[in-house]
Each structure stands twice: as C-alpha cells, then as structure tokens.
C-alpha cells in the first residue's frame, strides 16, 4: 500500500517538474512585440519578431519583451532663448520605436530609460536649433499675409515685417534629421518630432499681454471715434433736412397766409365800400371802447374827428 502511494507521489511530482520545465521552454510571441533571449543576462541569438510559439532553455535562459509598435515621447516645456534675444518655452512631442531590439537591450535596457536618452536627445537638439534662428521663425510656417489686428501684438511691427526663410515646420525636421543621427547607436528610430507649444516666458507674457490690450484699446478708440464722427455727419444731415423742411413749410405757410389776408382785404374793402359811413362809425366805436378805459385822460380839441360820434347822436 505504502509502495503505491509513494509511486502516485512520484508520478505527481514527475508532472509536476515535467510542467514547469516545458513551461519555462515555452515563450509566445505577438504581433506587437519582439523578443531577445538572455542567457544568465547576456543576449544571445538575434531577434526574435515572428508571431507565434518558441522555444527556449527552461530557468537558464530569460525572454525579454519589446514594443514593435510605434511609441509617443512627450517632453517637457524648456526655457529657451532664440536668436533675438527672446526668450520662451518650447514644448515637443515625437514618435519613435524599437528598430533594433538586441542594440536597445544592451544600451538603454527597457522603455524608461529609453524615454530618458529621448528627453537629452530631442530636448539638447531643440534647444540648439531654436537658438539660432529668430522668434518669427519659430512662430511661423508660412509668408501668408498677416493679420496686424490679431497678430501685430504679438511681435513687434519689425517682426511683423520679416519675412522667414525656414518656417516652423522645417526648424521641426531640422531637429528631426540631427536627432535621428543618434537615436540608432541606441537601437531606436525616430519618426517624427513636432513642435507642440510655443509660448512665451512669464515675465514677458505681461508685456505681450499689455500689449496687446493696448491694441485692443486702440482699435476700440478707433471705431469709437468713427462712430462718433458717423453719428455727427447723421445729426448734421438730419439738421439740413429738418431746417430745409422747416423753411419750405414756412414758406408756403406765409404764400397761403399772404393769398388768405389779400382775399380778406379784399372781401373787407368790398364790404366797406358799401357804406363807409357806417365802417367808419364801427372803427370809431371799437377805438373807443379799446382806448376811453377807466382812469383814462384826454386832451382834445372841441373840432376833433375823435369826438366826431360823441358830440352829435346822429350819424351823416
């Protein structure tokens, strides 16, 4: 009895190491990754990118894994001064991956460290070429036509002015092309780097941003006098039209009144010259009653045509 469970316990036992050891042989490869084969930590072979199921020494030899994929690498915002003296941060990003496995295990070992070989390579790079070429340059990828109301207070009206001669995008694969002359002593490729951010340091913002109020202010005063001066010109001319109006309706008032006041006179006069002895006894009694008031004096002749209907009741 004793012998058959000694013999299920070695059997068992048996699987058990037969298990690990075809288990410790056995490596997979996917499509997104590469293998290098480290024996007792030295590389040996080459490497292996073949997508499927491989084999290795179990416990002695090690497979250590790479990204085949492309890779982002995101720097840091850098303090850098450019030609003319100004001085901003560049902030940059680039793609890269592992060419060469077996040249990257021995040198930079895994993706941390490779990350920082990027940050002098890509970084060192930008700040050389950056300082050689002016702020318009960097800011800039083309000799479009500017806009001065949104760009002029940004730059000063020289900058403005400057027409580049490389451009943002060609300063981008001028770093690119010098950075990638030693990536591969590292086993890594570089794909592209951009310029992601330019901005200016912050105590120059201030001023930049002083600035560009000021324009803002500018052109506010601007369309603030055009309108005031518009709003003039539209008052004025609504003055002529009005006095215009005005003096044409007066005009016509005094023509209709004129016309109305000679036919007045003139039904009067034929009214009157029906009997002027009686017109004449009406005028005097309307004189009289506007002029003989209460506490009135008068001096008169006894042969005076005033006292004509006073003196005598009856009218000739």
Known sequence: MKTRTTKRILIVAA????LALLGGAVYIVSETNQVVITQFGDPIG???????LHFKLPFIQKANYFEKRWLAWDGDP???????KK???????????????LVFFQRVNDERNAQSRLDDIVDGETRNIIAKFDLIEIVRSSNRE???????ALLDLSAVATKIEEGREKLARIILENASKITPQFGVEL??????????????????FDRMIAERQRIASKYRSEGDGKSAEIRGQKER??????????????????????????????????DPEFYQFTKSLETYRVSLLKDTWLLLTTDSEFLKYLKSSEIK
Request: proline fraction near 3%; glycine fraction near 4%; aromatic fraction near 10%.
């Open 87 to 101: 001085y901003i941060w560049v902030d940059t990003y680039c793609r890269w991956r592992i060419a060469d496995p």
């Open 191 to 208: 794909k592209d780097v951009r310029i992601k951010r330019v901005n200016y340091v912050e105590e120059v913002q201030k001023k930049v």
């Open 241 to 274: 039209e009005l006095k215009k109006i005005q003096s044409e309706a007066y005009k016509i008032a005094q023509e209709i009144k004129g016309k109305a006041d000679a036919e007045a006179t003139k039904i009067y006069a034929a009214a009157y010259n029906l």
């Open 46 to 52: 080459g490497t292996v990118s073949r997508p499927g």
């Open 15 to 18: 699987a058990l190491v037969l």
């Open 78 to 84: 850098n303090q850098i001064p450019t030609r003319d």
């Open 146 to 152: 500017f806009e001065i109301s949104e760009d002029a």
